[in-house]
């Protein structure tokens, strides 16, 4: 048995997605945010299963929370959405406004905590690598999800909330907007 790993809150998250999204907010209610919990319970497979009303739910929780506790979740808060977004974006557009417009915020305060998961070393950089594994990156796959975007005909413009928030993430700082 020393060979299997015991993670009794990831099976919660994992079985009983309801239960674990109520303890992690009551104990963020009583000034208990366990960044750890929030981090494995987003990261959780079983978050693309689920249903567009249940992550419309999370999302406008994570809108409750300070630009400060974002920041040390933003890399599982943009996994969370990029892996959430092509039921969520169709069902609930504008919460999914509200939560892209917020982890866009968060990253132009917080450029720190958007750095890509790519290690560079000495070599030159690899801006598709550095981009696919970055919370910017992530956020733009989300946004390629919106359902407004879709369908346009010759003519049309892409939709002024879509340019929006593209041209924030281009204006983004350092390497961030490389990303």
Not at 46 to 51: E, L, P, Q, T
Not at 159 to 169: A, D, M, R, S, V
Request: proline share 5%; net charge positive.
């Amino acid at each position: 048995d020393f060979l299997v790993e015991l993670d009794p809150f990831l099976g919660l998250a994992a079985n009983f997605p309801v239960r674990a999204f109520s303890a992690l907010t009551m104990a963020a209610k009583n000034g208990d945010f366990q960044e750890w919990a929030w981090q494995k319970f987003l990261d959780s497979d079983a978050r693309k299963m689920d249903r567009p009303k249940f992550s419309c739910l999370i999302a406008n929780r994570l809108c409750g929370y300070s630009d400060e506790t974002l920041s040390l979740l933003i890399r599982p808060i943009c996994n969370w959405l990029r892996n959430v977004s092509s039921k969520f974006a169709v069902s609930f557009t504008t919460s999914f406004d509200k939560i892209s417009f917020r982890v866009i915020a968060v990253l132009e305060k917080y450029p720190s905590q958007a750095r890509s998961g790519v290690v560079r070393g000495g070599k030159q950089p690899d801006w598709t690598m550095e981009a696919i594994n970055s919370p910017t990156g992530k956020v733009v796959e989300a946004l390629f999800d919106d359902p407004r975007k879709h369908g346009l005909g010759a003519g049309e413009c892409l939709p002024k909330i879509w340019l929006e928030k593209i041209e924030i993430l281009l204006n983004l700082s350092d390497d961030q907007r490389r990303n």
